[in-house]
């Protein structure tokens, strides 16, 4: 590929199994690592301008590559830094670079007393992911403290900020997402200085803590106690639990048009009983949220379900995450994937979306 960045990290046929939390990933024509913004952004302008198939990668933990890899460039995003600079009483902006390690960047703000994103602790992968997933966790998403984000618009060529507004974030997801129109450079995050957290709602996190929902609690304790609950469901990354050794949640909560409600609420009850409680949120006007890990485990797939050979398996601790036992293939991750979600489908009716971006692979 012609126009790389000078002095950029450039390799052939390296396996993508080394950057994806799942282990998982054939090779990579081409892998470029990209240590600041401006090589990320020369390394993208040449592969566009050579036409050549691009896979821009963070921390490879929403990730599921095809065993035969990706036969083109893949651009590491490696640019590291951030700033503090106050904007109001009370309130500051944090300017992080996206290649930063997002776990390192919350345990920073919790350091330094900064509420907002303490909630969203043990999430693997990288600052500009973020975004883009819109992630969230314990009734806080990145939405309510993203300001904006500085990005390369691939059509134009151009570098870009684009306003929070200007994202559609939704519940894991915005404009940027399941697209390759635009890579994160850095994003801004408004967060508060009283050294106290975002108001507690969600109610496992409340009872954990001991607290109310709605109060708010020192930083440092809702980091603690959000890390315990991840570690609980195998959710912080550790190389000797291969229970981590996932994409994380492999399936977004399904969203249930109320006018289909009724037919997937019969269902549950032929299937469990009259008297169960079925987890049941509000969603967007005329939709109701459910919950995937409950329907998977209504559908028979309880903890530990094992798929191809024992190679890969839902995790002892949660049913959501699709773990590789140390030996598998993504075949088999995918052979696993489709046995839960047409379950899902047999049983009750709802379809089950992954989450995870899916490379030289299809569910």
């Not at 500085?150 to 870009?160: I, K, M, S």
Request: charged share 20%.
């Amino acid at each position: 590929m012609t126009g790389l960045p000078l002095g950029a990290d450039v390799r052939a046929c390296v396996p993508l199994s080394g950057y994806t939390t799942l282990r998982l990933g054939g090779p990579a024509a081409t892998f470029v690592a990209a240590a600041t913004a401006a090589e990320v952004v020369d390394a993208v302008r040449a592969a566009d301008a050579d036409s050549a198939p691009l896979l821009v990668l963070g921390g490879g933990s929403n990730l599921v590559v095809g065993d035969l890899g990706f036969d083109g460039t893949v651009v590491r995003v490696a640019n590291r830094g951030s700033k503090i600079d106050c904007v109001a009483p009370g309130r500051v902006q944090l300017t992080v670079e996206a290649g930063e390690d997002w776990d390192t960047v919350v345990a920073g703000t919790v350091e330094a007393g900064l509420g907002g994103l303490e909630c969203l602790s043990g999430i693997p992968g990288l600052v500009g992911a973020t975004p883009v997933q819109n992630v969230g966790a314990y009734g806080v998403e990145v939405a309510q403290v993203l300001v904006s984000v500085d990005l390369l618009d691939r059509a134009t060529g151009e570098v870009r900020t684009l306003d929070v507004s200007e994202l559609g974030l939704g519940y894991r997801t915005s404009v940027l997402k399941n697209t390759d129109r635009a890579v994160v450079l850095r994003a801004r995050f408004e967060l508060v200085d009283d050294g106290l957290s975002t108001p507690v709602r969600y109610t496992e996190l409340a009872r954990a803590l001991g607290v109310r929902q709605d109060e708010r609690v020192p930083v440092a304790a809702a980091r603690e106690a959000v890390l315990a609950l991840r570690r609980g469901k195998g959710m912080v990354l550790d190389p000797a639990d291969h229970d981590t050794w996932s994409a994380g949640s492999f399936f977004t909560n399904p969203i249930v048009l109320d006018a289909a409600l009724d037919e997937v609420l019969a269902r549950i009850v032929a299937r469990v009983g009259p008297d169960v409680a079925v987890p049941r949120y509000p969603a967007s006007p005329g939709a109701s949220k459910l919950s995937a890990a409950w329907l998977i485990e209504r559908a028979g797939f309880g903890k530990g379900h094992a798929g191809p050979g024992g190679r890969v398996a839902l995790s002892d601790k949660h049913t959501l995450a699709l773990t590789n036992r140390g030996d598998a293939t993504t075949a088999d991750l995918l052979a696993l994937a489709l046995e839960v979600r047409d379950g899902v489908r047999a049983t009750f009716g709802v379809d089950l979306h992954p989450e995870p971006v899916l490379v030289n692979c299809t569910l």
